[in-house]
């Protein structure tokens, strides 16, 4: 299982950001998807979940509103439409999925809000 995260940068306080998880190694249809986040001295906090069938969502109370999970499963490619960010969304944020029993991650693409 591979998962590649790319997108994330600089943006100011109310822009937006889209992540991309490109993954391989797995029947990528088959299983949800989520994107975690983690900030300095923090811990890891998941940020949003898709479903593998329907592509049902869930979101977390801080995200909810302005962060949009979606996949493409012909491109084997989950994304984080991010937007009105806010400083408090600065983190790195990771793509995750549980596969035979296993939590599987990425590198991490750092994110960063501020002027």
């Known amino acids: 299982v591979q998962l590649v995260e790319s997108g994330g940068g600089l943006v100011q306080p109310g822009g937006s950001l889209k992540l991309s998880c490109a993954a391989s190694g797995f029947t990528f249809s088959n299983y949800a998807m989520s994107w975690y986040r983690q900030a300095p001295g923090k811990e890891r906090e998941s940020v949003a979940r898709?479903?593998?069938?329907?592509?049902?969502?869930n979101y977390a109370a801080s995200v909810k509103g302005r962060f949009t999970i979606s996949r493409d499963n012909t491109k084997n490619t989950v994304y984080l439409q991010m937007n009105s960010l806010k400083p408090e969304d600065t983190a790195v944020y990771y793509c995750n999925t549980y596969w035979w029993g296993n939590n599987y991650w990425g590198q991490g693409t750092q994110v960063t809000v501020s002027s």
């Open positions: 898709i479903g593998s069938v329907g592509g049902s969502t």
